[in-house]
């Protein structure tokens, strides 16, 4: 009799363990279904949000978007990879690669736009020590560097007020050595005439104008005549290994021109 209990009551147990495994399994079913169904909702709002970035980065023009865009995306990569390995399964590879060559494609920008902060820094340093004490002869290389540095920059990225007055100071002195500069290099060269020494003043006088004029033409309202002008120059450097003699006249006219017309801010043809 006892024996038929102890066989009974082993056969309830064993009913009992095979009722909870199976309870068990239902549920781990039921609730990884779920688990599922979340990560591929998880997973199909971040493939929504990397089309939207793809498609930012095709029509994206200015520089300070592209690096804003570049530390989106960036931000959204690392945002990927940390998904759990269920919601990774319902991301689009696809979309994840474009999405990577996009950020490839816009780090160029980034570190371009850090570089020049970083010049601006190392700008605002040189500017100090050349607004307290400007040589005119010994301190032009640095001045010149700072001008062509400046002029470098993104057109969001620039100095303080203050520093752009102490800039504009610098500028003005640069643009006057390079000026005179000019002056003396066409006063030496003389009666224009094809020969080596001919040569080597216009050229030197052209690389000397082309500084000058290129920067100062922002500086002059009349636009179209300094253009005109400037197209004349742009022939010197050619001319001046070739043996035009009547261009070389043409060109030290219109350097003359504006030896004659600088500081002049409302320039008229004469």
Same mark, same amino acid.
């Given at each position: 009799?006892?024996?038929?209990? *102890?066989?009974?009551?082993?056969?309830?147990?064993?009913?009992?363990?095979? *009722?909870?495994?199976?309870?068990?399994?239902?549920?781990?079913i039921?609730?990884?279904?779920?688990?599922?169904?979340?990560?591929?909702?998880?997973?199909?709002?971040?493939?929504?949000?990397?089309?939207? *970035?793809?498609?930012?980065s095709?029509?994206?023009?200015?520089?300070?978007?592209?690096?804003?865009?570049?530390?989106?995306?960036?931000?959204?990569?690392?945002?990927?990879?940390?998904?759990?390995?269920?919601?990774?399964e319902?991301?689009?590879?696809?979309?994840?690669?474009? %999405?990577?060559?996009?950020?490839?494609?816009?780090?160029k920008?980034?570190?371009?736009?850090?570089?020049?902060?970083?010049?601006?820094?190392?700008?605002?340093?040189?500017?100090?020590? *050349?607004?307290?004490?400007?040589?005119?002869?010994?301190?032009?290389?640095?001045?010149?560097?700072?001008?062509?540095?400046?002029?470098? %920059?993104?057109?969001?990225?620039?100095?303080?007020?203050?520093?752009?007055?102490?800039?504009?100071?610098?500028?003005?002195?640069?643009?006057?050595?390079?000026?005179?500069?000019?002056?003396?290099?066409?006063?030496?060269?003389?009666e224009?005439?094809?020969?080596?020494?001919?040569?080597?003043?216009?050229?030197?006088?052209?690389?000397?104008?082309?500084?000058?004029?290129?920067?100062?033409?922002?500086?002059?309202?009349n636009?179209?005549?300094?253009?005109?002008?400037?197209?004349?120059?742009y022939? %010197?450097?050619?001319?001046?290994?070739?043996?035009?003699?009547?261009?070389?006249?043409?060109? %030290?006219?219109m350097?003359?021109?504006?030896?004659?017309?600088?500081?002049?801010?409302?320039?008229?043809?004469?």
């Amino acid at each position: 009799m006892f024996e038929e209990d *102890l066989k009974g009551f082993k056969g309830l147990f064993m009913g009992f363990i095979i *009722l909870v495994i199976a309870i068990g399994l239902i549920h781990a079913i039921i609730f990884n279904s779920v688990d599922r169904d979340k990560a591929k909702s998880i997973a199909e709002d971040y493939n929504g949000e990397m089309r939207g *970035l793809i498609e930012r980065s095709k029509s994206c023009r200015q520089d300070w978007k592209k690096e804003e865009l570049y530390n989106d995306i960036e931000d959204y990569v690392h945002r990927v990879r940390e998904l759990e390995d269920v919601e990774r399964e319902y991301i689009d590879n696809e979309l994840y690669r474009k %999405l990577i060559n996009a950020k490839s494609r816009l780090e160029k920008y980034k570190d371009n736009r850090e570089e020049a902060r970083e010049k601006v820094v190392a700008l605002n340093g040189k500017i100090q020590v *050349l607004d307290e004490n400007f040589d005119m002869e010994k301190d032009i290389p640095q001045a010149e560097y700072i001008v062509k540095t400046f002029n470098s %920059l993104p057109s969001d990225i620039r100095l303080t007020v203050e520093d752009m007055t102490k800039y504009n100071k610098i500028e003005d002195r640069y643009y006057e050595y390079l000026a005179n500069k000019v002056e003396e290099l066409i006063d030496g060269i003389g009666e224009v005439k094809y020969d080596e020494a001919c040569k080597d003043k216009l050229y030197e006088a052209g690389k000397a104008y082309r500084d000058l004029a290129t920067s100062a033409k922002r500086k002059v309202e009349n636009k179209n005549v300094f253009d005109e002008k400037l197209e004349t120059y742009y022939k %010197l450097e050619d001319e001046a290994t070739g043996s035009h003699s009547d261009m070389f006249k043409e060109d %030290l006219g219109m350097l003359e021109w504006y030896i004659k017309n600088k500081g002049n801010t409302n320039v008229n043809e004469e």
